[in-house]
């Protein structure tokens, strides 16, 4: 699986658009880009996956460059709730429940 | 609802009483799996199953046990709880069938052990 890096922190203000950029630099040609977030004492929550170019769903946009060696996260207009822990993993489909967390990315949302 | 069902939510225990975790889904997952997560390591996964009587080992096994006689449930046997074990664990379940990486996990049972 390969390996993520993402920043440790991010803080914003409500209603701003929130980016967070994640490094996958040996991503595998099969692999797939997973974001999920995660609120305090609380299990982890799928958010988007993507493969290449750009997925938008009702929460969240990810945006992939054409090497795959990157990818951002882009939550429009954040509120308070939105502050939590938002990781990026990288791995095929087939490897299922076989998950890789990294630290993840604290995001701060302040009024 | 589509859910991943953990009992009980909060456990403390002594040093070396067996205890079990439960893990229920209710999607017909095939893929299930057990985490800890503990401040500054982030999540780990302790033990997976592809399929009924089919388990491996995660990155963090020692001291864990698990069994899948039945789809849907995934419980996580201490044999001899250790205060080391002291941390919150997380079951989770994903569908590969449906071609996807999306997992859905349980709320989480903070276990102490003393």
């Known amino acids: 699986l390969a390996k993520t890096t993402q920043p440790i922190s991010m803080d914003s203000y409500e209603g701003q658009e929130v980016n967070i950029t994640c490094s996958h630099n040996?991503?595998?040609?099969?692999?797939?880009i997973t974001w999920y977030q995660q609120f305090p004492s609380q299990g982890p929550r799928f958010i988007i996956q993507?493969?290449?170019t750009k997925v938008t769903n009702e929460v969240a946009s990810l945006f992939i460059p054409a090497d795959r060696k990157s990818s951002t996260l882009s939550l429009p207009r954040v509120s308070l709730s939105d502050t939590a822990v938002y990781y990026c993993?990288?791995?095929?489909?087939?490897?299922?429940?076989?998950?890789?967390f990294g630290g993840g990315t604290r995001v701060l949302v302040k009024p | 609802e589509a859910q991943v069902t953990q009992n009980p939510r909060y456990l403390i225990t002594v040093t070396g009483k067996k205890l079990t975790v439960t893990c229920s889904q209710n999607?017909?997952?095939?893929?299930m799996s057990w985490y800890r997560q503990d401040p500054g390591l982030g999540l780990r996964q302790i033990y997976y199953?592809?399929?009924?009587?089919?388990?491996d080992k995660g990155d963090v096994p020692e001291g864990y046990k698990v069994s899948r006689k039945e789809k849907r449930n995934f419980p996580l046997i201490l044999e001899s709880p250790s205060p080391n074990q002291t941390s919150l664990y997380f079951c989770?379940?994903?569908?590969?069938?449906?071609?996807?990486?999306?997992?859905?996990f349980g709320q989480g049972t903070r276990l102490t052990v003393v």
């Open positions: 989770a379940s994903s569908d590969r069938g449906r071609g996807s990486t999306e997992a859905f």
């Open positions: 040996n991503i595998a040609t099969n692999d797939y």
């Open positions: 993507g493969y290449k």
């Open positions: 993993l990288v791995g095929s489909k087939a490897a299922g429940n076989k998950l890789t």
């Open positions: 999607m017909n997952h095939e893929y």
């Open positions: 199953s592809m399929n009924v009587e089919v388990t």
